[in-house]
């Protein structure tokens, strides 16, 4: 369920997407009854037109074809044929000879029409040769006549003429159009009950989504939709609980940064602040205490740099932001860091092994792969035992090049390996914080080899210490 935030506009009936989907659906519906209602209909009286026109002129060639034999058409020759014939439902047979002058006229009390002439159009064509053939439906009857030439020798002797009034097909046509208006109302009413139903049943579940993001909006990440359906908005709204659970996970890790960060940049500021009041407070300090103090003051803001640059750096992976990448072969970064850790390793009695393999070209960017090997290798020599070892291993297999920095320092507890790289996470916060460590060297490790591409991971060395290796794709010869 969710609920009208306050201050949410409501959006108008005539405009919302429950009216318009209603008014769709209706429109739809009521096409399909018009096109029902009128198609059937013109069929079905096409079918009648044909049915009868093939009936009657059959019938009117078969009298034309027995009156042909008699050459000269008269009255009783014709009342003869006539009598020899049986009417198949007509309602009037006329027969004409040349001239037009009745002959024959079986419509009742038509005896008074014999010796005049017919005038009817269809008469006419057909004494000029054609067949002809009409039909019209109206007021529940059909109306349909037929006229065909008698033809004797190819010289036309005269005409017959049928009509014929039909008001049983009539009605079955009528009834067929009351039956499809009794079904086109139950439908109509069906139809549209049904799209109020099923615009309400959609629009309820799109303003549902709305009103969720309107909540996510304000910065409520918890809000959850209730998922209901197989349909595309099931599937949106399951992409919407996943979008608000990431964000719900990324708001927690950026509280907990902001945090960690506060607490550790607190910390070197409240010891600047420290000595600096003991230095103001103190009137006759000698020479040599205060040298001290302004030595440790420079320590903990050496320090309070070393956590800005790093915060900077993580900032700068966050952003996604590559810089322009080229060819680089990572024995030249890993050179050089070592070059600059290296009197930090003296001073700890810490011995540098390394085994560089040729053709190491990673694409990438030569200052990010110097802050990799700089951050694994200072921490090898910081978390070392004294007169320790760090291995450095550069190395190619197939389409991929390792870099594995080996020590022979105190380990990482098993359980302590996946969180080694959160940031502002220590093993041994005591010990991190003597060696000036700020937990946040292997964070930035992992972000700019997964930033290229790559991936990194952590295990025990054998004899005693921790292995580090990051791989990275190699870059291929046409310098993709």
Known sequence: MTRTRPGQARVPLRHSLQAKFAVSYVLIILAVLIVLNTYPLVASQELVFQSKQTALQNEASVLASNLSGLEILTGDGVERIMALLQERGLNRTLVTDPSGLILYDSAPGAENQEGQYALFQEIVLALEGQDVFQSAFHAGVFRSGAACPVVCRNVTIGAVYLYQYDSQQGLVLLGLQDNLMRISVVVCAAALLLSVVLSGTMTRRISGLLSAIQILREGEYSHRLTVRGHDELTQLAEEYNQLTQRLQATDEVRRRFVSDASHELKTPLASIRLLTDSILQSGDMDAETMRDFVSDIGEEAARLNRITEKLLALTRLDSSRLAQRERVDLRQPAEKALKMLTPLAQSRGITFETDFQPDCVILATEDDLYQVVFNLVENAIKYNCPQGLVRVLLGREAHRVFLRVE???????????????????????????????????????????????????????????TWFQATFPAAKEDGR
């Open 407 to 465: 020590d022979t320092g105190i380990g990482i507890p098993e359980a302590e390996r996946e969180k080694v790289f959160d940031r502002f996470y220590r093993v041994d916060k005591a010990r991190s914080r003597e060696a000036g460590g700020t937990g946040l060297g292997l964070s930035i490790v992992r972000d700019t080899v997964h930033l290229h591409g790559g991936w990194i991971g952590v295990g025990p060395r054998a004899g005693g210490g």
